[in-house]
């Protein structure tokens, strides 16, 4: 299966991985940047295997997640392709999710 992601979403991956670098070392960031990119990965070969997120559920579409660190990688499975949306801090407000779903193009 394809993987498509949205603008959000790899703007998300940039700015994490350059605050870890000046935070943490490039060794760290280099580390999670790995971490995230075989969980993508592992979307084309189990598109399902994310839990299905609960503060979203009442949205028209079913959006599952794969966990990193304490980020959520926020994807819907699509009929030939899986579009990943965004990267959450879990750490964050819900309501926080909520605008940030909308935001996503």
Not at 10 to 17: A, C, E, N, P, S
Not at 31 to 58: C, D, Q, S, Y
Not at 81 to 99: N, V
Request: aromatic residues 12%; hydrophobic residues 45%.
């Amino acid at each position: 299966m394809e993987i498509r992601s949205s603008k959000l979403f790899k703007r998300q991956v940039i700015d994490l991985v350059d605050y870890l670098k000046v935070a943490f070392g490039k060794r760290i960031a280099f580390r999670v940047k790995n971490e995230i990119e075989k969980k993508v990965f592992l979307l084309k070969l189990f598109p399902n295997m994310g839990t299905i997120e609960p503060l979203l559920e009442e949205e028209p579409l079913v959006y599952r997640y794969l966990v990193v660190k304490h980020n959520k990688i926020l994807y819907t499975v699509e009929d030939n392709y899986i579009f990943i949306h965004l990267m959450w801090d879990c750490r964050q407000d819900p309501d926080h999710l909520m605008s940030l779903i909308k935001e996503v193009d």
